[in-house]
């Protein structure tokens, strides 16, 4: 899984996620500007293979109205350090054994929330793949 840090987030984490998830990279390094909108990183997003990783919820909205590709995860509240979401997302990253760690992302799923409160995690359902339940 490729992750791609939004802005909000600290360039670290790329390196110190790096083992984790080889191939992520922070929107600062990729060329795009500072004040980059949400949609331009959207787009840049899919087109490359990212998961995006930010602590905006407006990225949660564009993945209500489009649906995957991008996934995305977001960290809920987060006024952290940088170790505690490098912590937060080393403890919710999985190993899947024919593609290495991924985030909790479900493949019907575009978002998802993580917090310090595991009671807070949150999957949101992909309007275009999976019915909401009424």
């Not at 390094?29 to 840049?44: C, H, M, N, P």
């Not at 590709?69 to 999985?94: F, G, M």
């Not at 190993?95 to 409160?117: A, C, T, W, Y």
Request: aromatic share 8%; hydrophobic share 35%.
């Amino acid at each position: 899984m490729k992750l791609l840090f939004d802005a909000n987030l600290s360039p670290k984490l790329v390196h110190r996620l790096a083992e984790l998830f080889p191939d992520s990279v922070h929107v600062f390094d990729t060329g795009l500007a500072r004040f980059t909108s949400d949609e331009v990183i959207w787009q840049y997003a899919a087109a490359h293979g990212f998961t995006i990783v930010t602590a905006d919820s407006d990225f949660l909205d564009l993945a209500k109205s489009r649906g995957a590709p991008p996934k995305v995860v977001r960290l809920e509240n987060c006024n952290y350090r940088t170790s505690q979401v490098e912590d937060l997302l080393r403890r919710h990253a999985i190993f899947d054994s024919g593609i290495g760690p991924v985030l909790p992302v479900h493949p019907h799923h575009s978002k998802h929330e993580l917090s310090q409160n595991h009671a807070h995690e949150r999957q949101y359902h992909n309007r275009e793949t999976e019915p909401r339940p009424t």
